[in-house]
């Protein structure tokens, strides 16, 4: 005889029978997820994909900064854009108030404008303006929980890999555009930011129509409202209460590390994302071998995601931190020696392909160790906190950005024209303690049950 069940959990049940997605809907929704996903991938790493043509433009060719003198200026201005991140973290704290949805919505627009700005700037200023607006909406990544709370929890890393794919084909498109644009003479960068513009009006279209809210979040919302009809007080989501809150709950160990490492390996982020291109200038690989490079390399980001996937839901998300922190320190060491010697080499294509795989892996590798980091965070964390968890965790982050941008800044006037070595000093130690401190200080969460955390 089955044994009776609690008052919350048939509640709970009943709330979950009465809300349900069509298949149709769940297509159109991995559309819409997978396209977001696109506009997100494209305005974070296209920008990085120009740099040196962009650097050219508004530093160099005005005889402003030399290219190492650029590069340390705009790492120096990062700090300013800190202040628009912590600004992105306190608005994406808003999504446990409001729900996820107009928060994905207001993100879509944002990165859109973002990009329409630096399409039209004239100078570095205005650029540097529409780079501060797409990244406060960057920094809100809208499309991780929406995958995270929409997808069954024996399949959540490997339908969140496929949406990232998703966004790299969409990414592949700036090697076809540069190859016409940025060439010999005449490097115009800027039709490589239109097709963002594109995706985003579309994105922004299909979400205002279509998109519904998360199935976790509506539970947590009947719940609240079943909560306050039976006399209970309404609880205030506020990045106070909630820190206080999350200390008392079984799962607060684990929040805490998840908080606490980022804050050590996030050095790299900003490094293993936007100089990949300004590294194949340094080292005199041609503009049209550089567009051969990031199409593969874009390619091997794709791999290392689909691989992440598959690591992550049969084998573990530690098992998964592990392997790409290891794959970093690997791979990006290959990768320098295999640009360096790529221009002066009789085997420059076979150096170049080894070089492009290395690259795409390796970007690849970091970002899916920030993105099981933030799924065990969900992992861990109840629906009604899960946003404001996120934002602060965001703000710890900051605590360790400025020494971060200093040491950078450091080490590119320590190696002149040298940017991997930057990335090889840096990158290493950061992979290092994801490495040890994923098997000294988490523990699993494959296969848990978000809508069943509690708190």
């Given at each position: ?44 790493l296209a920008p990085g994909m120009i740099k ?8 160099v060719s005005i005889g402003w900064k030399t ?389």
């Open positions: 005889m089955e044994a009776p069940k609690n008052p919350e959990t048939q509640t709970k049940e009943g709330i979950t029978s009465k809300i349900h997605h069509n298949k149709g809907y769940v297509v159109l929704l991995i559309v819409i997820l997978g396209l977001g996903h696109v506009l997100d991938e494209y305005s974070s040196s043509s962009m650097i050219d433009e508004f530093f290219q190492d003198e650029a590069l340390q200026f705009m790492n120096l201005l990062g700090m300013t854009a800190m202040l628009v991140m912590i600004a992105a973290t306190l608005f994406k704290s808003l999504q446990d108030r409001f729900g996820r949805r107009i928060i994905f919505i207001i993100s879509a627009i944002g990165m859109t404008l973002g990009m329409v700005t630096m399409i039209i700037s004239g100078g570095y200023w205005v650029y540097f303006g529409g780079f501060l607006i797409s990244s406060f909406f960057i920094f809100n990544d809208m499309q991780y929980i929406y995958i995270q709370e929409e997808t069954p929890a024996r399949k959540r890393a490997q339908y969140f890999s496929y949406a990232k794919i998703l966004g790299l084909l969409g990414l592949l498109i700036v090697p076809l555009v540069r190859s016409f644009t940025v060439v010999e003479g005449s490097e115009n960068w800027r039709p490589v930011l239109y097709p963002p513009v594109i995706i985003g009006v579309i994105v922004i279209l299909l979400s205002v129509f279509f998109l519904k809210e998360t199935r976790a979040f509506q539970i947590m919302k009947q719940e609240r409202e079943a909560n306050i009809k039976e006399g209970g007080k309404e609880e205030k989501i506020t990045l106070k209460n909630t820190f206080k809150a999350i200390q008392k709950i079984p799962t607060w160990d684990q929040i805490k590390w998840l908080t606490i490492l980022p804050m050590f390996y996030m050095v790299f982020a900003m490094l293993n994302q936007g100089y990949s291109e300004i590294f194949m200038d340094q080292t005199g690989v041609s503009l049209s071998d550089r567009n051969i490079v990031l199409a593969i390399s874009t390619v091997f980001v794709g791999v290392a995601y689909l691989v992440n996937g598959l690591i992550t839901d049969k084998i573990g998300r530690k098992a998964s931190m592990v392997a790409n922190a290891s794959s970093v320190i690997v791979l990006v060491v290959v990768e320098y020696f295999a640009m360096w010697a790529a221009p002066t080499s009789n085997a420059k294509l076979l150096l170049l392909v080894i070089a492009a795989i290395s690259q795409g892996y390796r970007i690849g590798a970091f970002w899916n160790i920030t993105d099981v980091q933030r799924m065990m965070m969900f992992e861990n964390t109840p629906t009604k906190y899960r946003g404001t968890v996120q934002a602060l965790a965001g703000i710890a982050l900051f605590a360790t950005m400025i020494p971060s941008i200093l040491l950078t800044n450091v080490l590119i006037g320590v190696f002149p024209g040298n940017i991997q070595m930057v990335l090889i000093v840096l990158g290493i130690p950061a992979s290092l303690v994801a490495i040890f401190g994923t098997i000294f200080k988490l523990k699993e969460t494959v296969q848990v049950d978000i809508t069943a955390i509690k708190g």
